[in-house]
């Protein structure tokens, strides 16, 4: 289903049969931006956007400074690069006149959860720890060799791993993830899987009846339709939990990450 598709499903339930927006009580603008904000609490709820590939989503370069000029340079507008140039400058400090890579990295705000992590050029998967494991050591941000676990922080919407690198090399992030777009254009489709394209309808629904109009208000309507939209998330994560479950390897294949 695309846009025009949902948006006429649900003026159809409304009985909606008004053919020009000058008379319908919910107009094209106002439909299409309930069904974005649906589109976006569906796959919150659900985190069945999944992504692997997009690059500005799903890959993270790893890149030493090539000399300590860049690495001034990134300083003046990266708080992580000043504070490794104050440790550059510090000969008390174990990366004295080293040039390594960061170890924290913005994250997409689009971004739900991280599913799993690798390099490009070296064959690990890294493990997923808590920030809070290498907070005991308050040395862990200046160990220096191939990152091997990462943690990430929801509240700034940043990733961080264990070592430091001396070479550059990219991170491939699996992610579940917001809607990249909005969607616009009558002939535009929901990222997420075609079976999902119906369950937008009661969640509309139930946006439609809480306009505050004297046409268009109705509270029973509300309830009911929330209650049948929170139904239909529920389905919609259970099928997302079997299809967890199906592409879940093996614990015994934990020896080989």
Known sequence: MNLSDIRRECWDEARETATNDIDRLWTTSEMNRYINRIYRNIARETKCIRDSITPSICRITSS??????????????DDFAAQDLAWYNNTDSWLYQ??????????SPLIITVDEVK?????????????KKWQVNPWWEQVIGMATEYATDGDSKRIFVNFRTTDTDVLKLTVRRLPIVNLVEDEDIPE??????????????????????????????VIDYKKMFLADLDE???SEEILDNRLRCSSSLDAFR
């Not at 030493?64 to 507008?77: D, H, N, W």
């Open 64 to 77: 030493t400074p090539a000399s300590l000029a860049e690495l001034t340079t990134r300083a003046r507008t």
């Open 98 to 107: 080293q040039l390594v890579a960061p170890y924290s990295f913005p994250l």
């Open 119 to 131: 390099w490009t050029d070296k064959q690990w998967i890294l493990v997923h720890v808590s920030l």
């Open 192 to 221: 997420f899987k075609v079976d999902y394209h119906d369950f937008f309808k009661n969640g509309v629904l139930s946006l439609m009846y809480s306009k505050q109009d004297s046409q268009t208000f109705d509270a029973t309507k």
């Open 236 to 238: 919609v994560k259970q």
